[in-house]
């Protein structure tokens, strides 16, 4: 196992894709740092300042890197033979998938950190360190590094299902797209019970008797594209259960990705 980290840790070094995600993951806070410095410095009042908000907000453009890098970077492995030499050397499927999983975390993880240090070396300096809640904060910081962890558990048994780099990166990237799409529309009829409307004025071809608020909050916070809508507004309903959801999460697809693929024909 740790032969094969080493080896994913080498490639990384020279993934071009990687490097781009950490930039521009590094790019997007700082924009939002200087922006609303700009902001603040022309109209008071109207930036926000609250460190926790920026601290938070690149978990989306990471969770939109990972189904992209997963499928890039397992499926090279596919398409210039290391998969199969792996194999052939003696390392176990399973040990070859929870390597790839594990590499795909640690990316993750390590793209959140750097942006964290980022944004609280610069973010200090424009705003000074006004953070809001801190122990509640640091639930939903935990909570964003599960999610990219239940991410990459989903995408990794993708990319390493589908051999093909170009379709599973087409999958993956639809994938998100439609979890997207359901999670806003979760998230809108989540809100309709809160805001006192009924699920027919929301839809008009729902009826209460279709689906129960318990039901509809699950899935909001079970799927991790709800939990990532959740984090970075800073409207998480449940903070205690996304974490214990995104652990869930994962180990389901890591278990059903490793038996599958303990299968899969490798020709």
């Given at each position: ?188 009829l989540v809100f309709s019970f809160y805001n006192g409307e009924s699920i027919s004025d929301v839809f ?64």
């Open positions: 196992m740790l032969k094969l980290l080493s080896a994913n840790r080498i490639r990384l070094q020279k993934s071009k894709f990687f490097w781009i995600g950490l930039l521009v993951t590094i790019g997007y806070s700082v924009f939002l740092l200087i922006m609303n410095y700009i902001e603040k410095a022309s109209y008071v009042g109207n930036s926000i300042v609250q460190i926790n908000y920026y601290l938070l907000s690149p978990l989306s453009i990471i969770s939109f890197f990972c189904p992209i890098f997963s499928s890039i970077f397992i499926g090279t492995e596919y398409s210039d033979g290391t998969m199969r030499n792996r194999l052939i050397v003696g390392h176990t499927r399973k040990n070859v998938y929870l390597a790839n999983f594990m590499t795909v975390c640690l990316v993750n993880i390590f793209i959140t950190l750097i942006s964290s240090v980022i944004v609280i070396l610069l973010g200090i300096g424009m705003f000074g360190w006004h953070m809001i809640n801190p122990m509640l904060f640091l639930l939903h910081y935990l909570s964003g590094i599960m999610m990219l962890i239940a991410f990459a558990g989903f995408f990794t048994m993708v990319a390493m299902l589908i051999h093909n780099k170009t379709i599973s990166t087409v999958i993956s990237i639809i994938t998100f797209l439609v979890s997207y799409m359901i999670a806003g529309v979760t998230r809108r008009s071809f729902l009826s209460g008797d279709m689906v129960s608020q318990s039901a509809l909050e699950f899935l909001y916070d079970f799927m991790p594209m709800g939990q990532c809508l959740q984090i970075t507004s800073n409207t998480v309903f449940h903070p205690f259960r996304l974490p214990v959801y995104s652990a869930l999460f994962a180990v389901i697809t890591v278990i059903c990705g490793v038996l599958i693929f303990s299968k899969k024909d490798m020709k």
